[in-house]
């Protein structure tokens, strides 16, 4: 794929959806944090589902530290790998507390050294709280960034990093999302929506879905 055909891309999918952000409910850093962290191997909407009670009453380092990983699994549990998460949250409420005055921190490196922090869950705080260009490689950009042959790699650092060198400079902020939202809704993993995908004729997939009787596409 070359550099014209990746900014014909993403003007299209800027054209289409000028402002995207994340589908997580959040109102603060803290907020997106615990997000975010419920969010691995959950759906969006079980965890907004789950937030919109706890954050009524834990919305902040020192509140939900309060909870205690008791008291926080009761408002989660209905999100997988609850108590791991549950106790991954405490324990960043009192570094948060002890360590960075109960602020989520800007940089990566502190970010990630928080319990249930990764590279990805880095990426998506820097990117979407704190507005740096940064890309947060998860399965559906993952999958869109092979299929396309946008910027195909083996794994995930592999995609990130060929794709912060091949996104232009211009939608590297929002391409996160772009791509994150595209992978969920037409570019699924089962059984891709060719016929109505906006980049249909950039894309260079070779085995391209045109209706009901194909096969579904390998992922």
């Known amino acids: 794929m070359n550099a014209a055909k990746r900014e ?6 800027q054209s289409l959806n000028p402002s995207p952000t994340t589908e997580l409910h959040f109102t603060t850093p803290f907020e997106l944090l615990v997000a975010v962290v419920l969010s691995a191997q959950a759906t969006d909407r079980s965890v907004n589902l789950a937030t919109a009670r706890l ?60 319990p249930g922090v990764g590279r990805k869950t880095a990426n998506v705080i ?49 391409a996160h999302h772009w791509l994150i939202l595209h992978g969920r809704y037409i570019c699924k993993a089962r059984s891709p929506d060719c016929p109505i995908c906006p980049i249909r004729d950039l894309c260079e997939f070779k085995a391209k879905t045109t209706g009901k009787r194909d096969v579904p596409a390998h992922s």
């Open 8 to 13: 014909a891309i993403f003007r299209r999918l």
């Open 55 to 114: 954050f009524q009453v834990a919305n902040t380092p020192e509140t939900m530290l309060r909870l205690g990983e008791a008291g926080l699994a009761e408002y989660i549990k209905s999100i997988g790998l609850y108590r791991t998460k549950a106790r991954n949250l405490i324990a960043t409420c009192r570094l948060l507390l002890e360590l960075h005055g109960g602020q989520v921190p800007h940089t990566r490196e502190a970010l990630e050294s928080l």
């Open 126 to 174: 820097l990117n979407t709280a704190f507005g740096e260009p940064t890309i947060a490689v998860d399965t559906h950009i993952f999958r869109v960034a092979n299929r396309t042959n946008l910027a195909p790699g083996k794994n995930v650092e592999e995609v990130e990093r060929r794709l912060l060198q091949v996104v232009p400079q211009a939608y590297r902020k929002n």
